[in-house]
């Protein structure tokens, strides 16, 4: 069964320092989403992809994260400077359309620790 | 924007009986109603879904059940087996061009044998 797959799985950074997520959707899958899930909460949404472009940004703090899909498949979300508040995991999930009842995927995650 | 209630956080039950989560959710336009199982270290896994033109809907187990008109949805699980401890979390999906899943906070269930 195909997966959503993501690297490092565990990344320890000293604050102002930058850090980076790689995500691989499930093949196919034209939406790819990226949540940021701190601990005891649930996901919460940063950044929306359709295909390479992006559909919904709201909540990701500009000033310092930046995401891209620039083929339309796997994604990178990068953050400079790290500031201790961004320890928590990070999810990257995948589905096959933009539809209003698509099944999410979820990866493993990412979790950061900033010290 | 749509806001997602999950209540209890924490639940403990013994093995053979039946865990019920609820949730509320605030944007009357959200259609689209997931729940994921999130085991300790593990990917969030859809394990029910249930859309807005849908009461009930059930898996072995599990089932969830929507009140659109009190906007809440509820998971049922019965004949809890230990495998089942983990994080529970429902989700609703905002209406409109969005599509934007807000998740609720997650609830702990444990299931003693």
């Known amino acids: 069964e195909a997966e959503v797959a993501q690297s490092p799985r565990y990344k320890i950074t000293e604050k102002s320092q930058a850090v980076a997520f790689w995500c691989d959707p499930i093949?196919?899958?034209?939406?790819l989403y990226w949540y940021r899930q701190i601990l005891g909460q649930g996901p919460e949404l940063l950044v929306q992809?359709?295909?390479?472009?992006?559909?919904?940004d709201s909540q990701l703090p500009k000033d310092r994260f930046s995401a891209e899909r620039l083929k339309g498949v796997d994604s990178t979300l990068k953050i400079q400077p790290a500031e201790l508040g961004d320890s928590a995991m990070y999810l990257c999930?995948?589905?096959?359309?933009?539809?209003?009842?698509?099944?999410?995927?979820f990866g493993p995650g990412t979790r950061l620790t900033v010290l | 924007g749509e806001n997602v209630e999950q209540h209890p956080s924490t639940l403990s039950v013994q093995e053979g009986d039946s865990a019920v989560i609820k949730c509320t959710y605030s944007?009357?336009?959200?259609?689209?109603f997931p729940w994921y199982k999130q085991e300790l270290g593990k990917r969030p896994q859809l394990i029910i879904d249930i859309r807005s033109n849908v009461g009930e809907k059930k898996d072995q187990r599990i089932a969830v059940t929507l009140n659109k008109t009190a906007k809440h949805f509820s998971l049922h699980i019965t004949e809890t087996q230990p495998e089942d401890s983990a994080v529970y979390f429902c989700?609703?999906?905002?209406?409109?061009?969005?599509?934007?899943?807000?998740f609720g906070k997650g609830t702990l269930l444990t299931v003693n044998p």
């Open positions: 944007d009357s336009a959200s259609n689209y």
């Open positions: 093949s196919g899958h034209a939406t």
């Open positions: 999930a995948s589905s096959l359309v933009r539809i209003s009842t698509d099944t999410q995927y």
């Open positions: 992809f359709q295909d390479e472009s992006v559909v919904d």
């Open positions: 989700a609703a999906l905002s209406g409109g061009s969005n599509y934007k899943l807000t």
